[in-house]
């Protein structure tokens, strides 16, 4: 990287680069609340309430972190056309 050169931020992510991290997060989601409400007929329900609430909890940093991941590898620094600098 040359500081006498412009650069240009550009982001290349779109809506298919993160279709498939939603599609299984929702899936999750379904999922522990299917298992809450399998649950929410037995004696205690309390136990519905705490395990959908443990995966939740549990499956959103690793949804965070893939989007994170995926959107700084999709951010690009390119030098500009023009080659104007900071004067």
Known sequence: MDPSKGYNLRCTLTFGDIYGQILIWMLVIFASL?????????????????????ILVLSLPFLLFAFTTTLLNHIALEPSASGGGPS
């Open 34 to 54: 299917a298992a809450g409400m399998a649950l929410m007929g037995a004696s205690k329900p309390i136990f519905a309430l705490v395990g959908v609430g443990v």
